[in-house]
Nanobody, 113 residues
């Protein structure tokens, strides 16, 4: 099974930016891929998806601030996050929405002054 490794999180001030990466151990070329997040005490939520060709989807909570992209040649998914808010604080994960793979360890994003 393809394994997923997220990276790029950190501590950032409100209004700041981060770029997350998700490295897959095998090809993701033909899959819809997505980014999820889970805040303490809350359910995991989907924050972005990209079709195999890269067509994005975002829920209203992040639309205009987050950008998902992918490099199929590198088996890597990205999430650029701008104008970060404290409510964006969560552990961020990538996965395949249509048929979930084993979850990676995630990468912590903390937005705080």
């Amino acid at each position: 099974q393809v394994q997923l490794v997220e990276s790029g999180g950190g501590l950032v001030q409100p209004g700041g930016s981060l770029r997350l990466s998700c490295a897959a151990s095998g090809s993701i070329r033909f899959w819809i891929m997505g980014w999820y997040r889970q805040a303490p005490g809350k359910q995991r939520e989907l924050v972005a998806t990209a079709s195999a060709s890269g067509a994005p989807y975002y829920p209203d909570s992040v639309k205009g601030r987050f950008t998902i992209s992918r490099d199929n040649a590198k088996n890597t998914l990205y999430l650029e996050m701008h104008t970060l808010k404290p409510e964006d604080t969560a552990v961020y994960y990538c996965n395949r929405p249509n048929s979930l793979l084993d979850w990676g360890q995630g990468t912590q994003v903390t937005v705080s002054s």
